[in-house]
């Protein structure tokens, strides 16, 4: 009964190809994130999802398309897999958008080569 | 907008001995306050949090960390290291509204014998 739960937990796979990694939240939440950590282990945030809604879109290049299909999925569809996509993505969720509080799931190690 | 500075990069204790993590941020008004911890391969794990109140919290696994206005700090202490507290300390900030939270670089623990 994970909390966060994200499939799959590695992918490794070539340039060029398009990948997706799922995430499912069991806790009610009605907010979800997706964080990308890089190999010196910084975390930023890449999107965030309130009830199905587009609310937080960093910089991030649109290669990456999140989809929240309801309130408790939230995925990230990645195209064109470039080698610097190669990281660890965290998705995650809170109660309430801006309150901070955030339940991680255990991450996803893309490798791209 | 938010920033979150942990000037140590990576810290070495022994087992017994005291623990202070350093964490300063940088928004303009009261800040939500957190850290985490992150063990090898694991997603993120909420230690304690500051919204208000009591600027000494208590959180799991023995950790405490003191919220200084004047200081702009939220350093995280532990009395007494165990050797399964080796991993990666995150402090964040976070806000009222759609504002996601912002990760320091962290801090790795080792613990040595």
């Known amino acids: 009964d994970t909390a966060v739960s994200q499939t799959p937990k590695y992918l490794v796979t070539q340039m060029g190809n398009d990948k997706s990694i799922k995430c499912e939240q069991n806790l009610g939440h009605d907010t979800m994130y997706w964080y990308k950590q890089d190999s010196k282990k910084f975390l930023k945030i890449m999107f965030s999802y309130n009830n199905k809604e587009l609310i937080i879109n960093e910089t991030v290049p649109n290669r990456f398309s999140p989809k929240s299909p309801d309130k408790a999925h939230l995925n990230l569809h990645i195209n064109s897999l470039e080698l610097g996509d190669s990281a660890v993505y965290f998705c995650?969720?809170?109660?309430?958008?801006?309150?901070?509080?955030?339940?991680f799931g255990e991450g996803s190690r893309l490798t791209v080569l | 907008a938010q920033s979150v500075t942990q000037p140590d990069i990576h810290i070495t204790v022994s087992e017994g001995a005291s623990l202070e993590l350093r964490c300063n941020y940088s928004?303009?008004?009261?800040?939500?306050l957190f850290w985490y911890v992150q063990s090898p391969g694991q997603g993120l794990q909420l230690l304690l949090k500051y919204f208000s109140g009591d600027t000494l919290v208590q959180g799991i696994k023995g950790f405490e960390a003191e919220f200084k206005r004047s200081q702009s700090s939220f350093n995280l202490r532990k009395p007494s290291v165990h050797w399964s507290d080796a991993a990666e300390y995150f402090c964040a900030v976070g806000a009222r509204g759609n504002t996601p939270l912002v990760f320091g670089k962290g801090t790795r623990l080792s613990v040595i014998a």
């Open positions: 928004y303009g008004a009261t800040p939500y």
């Open positions: 995650a969720s809170s109660q309430g958008a801006g309150t901070g509080e955030l339940f």
